[in-house]
């Protein structure tokens, strides 16, 4: 089991900064892969940005490329999403995702909410 906990959320003007959080625990040590997603009202959830635990390669998705960053810091067992520039199309739920090795299905985290005021 892996438990999955966002935080960070809030409002925000556009032009504005935030950057999200999500402590992992559990059985972290099966995670391969983790990400961040997001689901505006709606719109079905999207993907954001992943990261592979193992070597730390990224992917992001066309429209937050160069102002996104997703990182983890593997002592404190905690990803992060810093995002800047942030638009009003960016007003979503952010779920942190896991994929762990062995598990058809990923775990989730329950979500933060980001509001971009226009």
């Known amino acids: 089991q892996v438990q999955l906990v966002e935080s960070g959320g809030g409002l925000v003007e556009t032009g504005g900064s935030l950057r999200l959080s999500c402590a992992a625990s559990g059985s972290i040590f099966r995670i391969n892969a983790m990400g961040w997603y997001r689901q505006a009202p709606g719109k079905q959830r999207e993907l954001v940005a992943t990261?592979?635990?193992?070597?730390?390669?990224?992917n992001y998705a066309d429209s937050v490329k160069g102002r996104f960053t997703i990182s983890r810091d593997n002592a404190k067992n905690t990803l992060y999403l810093q995002m800047n520039s942030l638009k009003p199309e960016d007003t979503a739920v952010y779920y942190c995702?896991?994929?762990?090795?062995?598990?058809?299905?990923?775990?989730w985290g329950k979500g933060t909410l980001v509001t971009v005021s226009s």
């Open positions: 995702n896991a994929k762990v090795v062995g598990m058809a299905f990923p775990y």
């Open positions: 990261i592979i635990t193992s070597g730390g390669g990224t």
